[in-house]
Structure formats: structure tokens, C-alpha cells
């Protein structure tokens, strides 16, 4: 295991990172290792399947924003690996800096119009970003990954590696990804550049969060319900507010330890709980309340509408029905059915 980073810089990943890496590596192996059933038509028997290096990975650049000490990961784009070389394609990456550098000022011909136009200017709708690092897949980082990371220093002198790892691991509930950053060791008397893990947490905006939840609600290509992506939507409810559970026991059971002095106090902990603490009661002023119980009623308001209107369309179906019978009795000259 990699030692933890002395840096303390904080990292601030987005989901729409680990969707670009993630779909990379879908593409990539499918391209590989197409299905037997593409390439069968008809009787026509279908060719052996396509051999790929089960280690195969695929690569890319990370790009975002550092505002002091946080380095925020915004995006991503993909690069081609030279195997001749054994690193990245070079002249490829120049393409894509010179379409970021485009980019870039035509950002800041818009800014410039905005500002003109309206004299306001929103830095956070067209924010700055730049080249932070790189990524690719494996299940961790080997030597040749670190030939790949000098290489782009001429870029940023101190790059960022993003590794996913891509196999299944049903027992593991963190992330697959890793953060890397390279420092200086001195190993047997020798400087050294390591990687050395970065610790970070996971940044969402309000357009990335719509994205997650439109691609959660998709449908299933084997057909599914809408009862199964019910189904499927209430697991991970459950699955989250289970996981929430056990933290607040483990934290409540470390201050209960704590408090009895089975293990030192440590005051950084203990002000970040009362700072928690503090903001709980602010979800129970009198307006909240109003606001919950007026929610909670239309609520409910709605749902009795939408029995009544049920209820009501199947007596309008029921009386219908009794009508043509009626109708029917009378026209042919039978005995009336008395209409209740």
C-alpha cells in the first residue's frame, strides 16, 4: 500500500470523472471483445470471439480548477498509449491543449460580452480549468505509471493521478478510485518519486446530480417494470440510509468511548461533531415545520384526489354499463330494469 500524501492539499472529485473513466474502459473493451451475437447473421455461424490482454487499460487527462489549497477534478478526456513508446501519444495530447487553450478565450470573449452587455459576471458558469493530471485503470499503480506521470510535468509540475479499478468487488463498499500524488523519498540513501495516496471526497453540482438520477431511473434493456426500477430505486435508498446508520452508530459508539476514557480525546473530532450538532436544530424551527406539514397535506390531498377520480371513473363505467343494458331491454320490448 502506497504511503498517505503530506501535501495537504484537498481533493474534490466529481461523478462525472469517474463516468468518463468508466465508460472509457466499457467502450474500449467491447471494441476488443465485440458479442458473438453482432457478428452472426442469420444461419451464417458466428466467428470465434476476438482475444484481448486481460490487462489492458486505457488512458486519459484530468482537468479542472485549484483555488488555493483544494484541487476540485472537473472532467475528463481521453488520450491514445503509444505502445512503441510505452507512453502517451504525444502529439495527440498537443491537439487536445491547443482545443483546451481555444477554449479558453473563447470563455473569455463570453465573459467579456457578458460583462458588457449586462455588468454582471459569473465566474462559476464558465470556470477556468486546466490540465491537473492524468488517469487510467488497474487495480494499482506500478512503475511504468510513474514514466507516464514525469512525462507530463512539463505540463504541471505536480500532476495528479486518478486510477479506477475496474474488476467487481461485491465485498468492497469505497470507491474504486485512487488519487495519487508523486513525492520525494529517500529510499536506501537514494531520492526517490513515489506515489503517494491522496485523500478526497466527492463533489457534485445540481446538473451532475440530475444526470446520475436520469441515468438511475433508466430502463432496463431486459425489458424490466416499472415495478422492478421501483424496486431497484427503494434498494438504494435502503442500501444509503443502511450505510448512514452504521457510521452514526461507529461515531456514536467512538464518543461513548471517548467520554468513559477507553482512548484519548481528540478535540479536532470533537469540534466538528458539535459543529454537526449545532446544525440539526435548525431543521426544526417553526417555519420548517409549517413548510413540512403543508407539504405533507398536499400530499395527501393529492392522493384522495386521485382516489376519487378512480373511484369516480369506475361508477361512470358501471352506470354506462347498466344504461345500454337498460336501453337495450327497452328497445326490444322486454321487461324495464329498474335503475337503482
Known amino acids: ?11 474534490k472529485l466529481h461523478p462525472l470523472v469517474m463516468l468518463n473513466i468508466s465508460d472509457h474502459f466499457t467502450r474500449v473493451k467491447t471494441q476488443l471483445n465485440p458479442p458473438s451475437s453482432s457478428c452472426a447473421a442469420g444461419n451464417t455461424p458466428a466467428a470465434p470471439a476476438a482475444t484481448f490482454p486481460q490487462n ?29 513508446t510505452d507512453s502517451l501519444d504525444r502529439a495527440f495530447l498537443e491537439k487536445k491543449q491547443e482545443l483546451c487553450k481555444f477554449l ?19 465566474q462559476k458558469v464558465f470556470p477556468g480549468f486546466y490540465i491537473l493530471g492524468w488517469y487510467s485503470t488497474g487495480s494499482e499503480a506500478n512503475e511504468s505509471d510513474m514514466h ?18 475496474p474488476a467487481i468487488n461485491h465485498a468492497q463498499k469505497d470507491l474504486p478510485v485512487t488519487i495519487y500524488e508523486s513525492e520525494f523519498h529517500v529510499i536506501d540513501g537514494i531520492p526517490q518519486s513515489i506515489f503517494v495516496d491522496a485523500s478526497y471526497t466527492i463533489e457534485t453540482v445540481e446538473a451532475e446530480r440530475i444526470s446520475v438520477d436520469h441515468v438511475a431511473h433508466l430502463k432496463p434493456s431486459d425489458g424490466g417494470s ?71 397535506n398536499d400530499k395527501l390531498l393529492m392522493s384522495y384526489l386521485a382516489m376519487i377520480t378512480n373511484c369516480t371513473s369506475n361508477m361512470n363505467e358501471v352506470v354506462d354499463k347498466v344504461k345500454t343494458a337498460y336501453v337495450k331491454k327497452s328497445r326490444t320490448g322486454g321487461s324495464r330494469i329498474p335503475f337503482m
Open 56 to 84: 489492458f487499460r486505457v488512458y486519459g487527462c484530468v482537468i479542472g480548477a485549484q483555488r488555493g489549497r483544494t484541487v476540485e477534478i472537473f472532467n475528463s478526456f481521453e488520450l491514445v498509449f503509444d505502445p512503441t
Open 1 to 11: 500500500m502506497a504511503p498517505s500524501s503530506s501535501s495537504g492539499l484537498t481533493f
Open 148 to 165: 507516464i506521470h514525469k512525462a507530463l510535468m512539463d505540463i504541471n509540475e505536480s500532476p495528479v493521478y486518478v486510477l479506477l479499478n
Open 104 to 122: 479558453k478565450l473563447a470563455i473569455l470573449f463570453i465573459d467579456w460580452v457578458a460583462d458588457c452587455s449586462c455588468g454582471c459576471l459569473d
Open 226 to 296: 416499472a415495478a422492478t426500477q421501483l424496486a431497484a430505486h427503494l434498494t438504494g435508498i435502503h442500501s444509503a440510509i443502511k450505510m448512514l446508520n452504521s457510521r452514526i452508530r461507529v461515531l456514536f459508539q467512538y464518543l461513548v468511548a471517548m467520554q468513559k476514557g477507553d482512548i484519548p480525546c481528540d478535540n479536532s473530532l470533537l469540534r466538528q461533531a458539535a459543529g454537526l450538532l449545532r446544525s440539526l436544530p435548525a431543521a426544526h424551527s417553526e417555519k420548517f415545520n409549517d413548510n413540512v406539514l403543508m407539504e405533507y
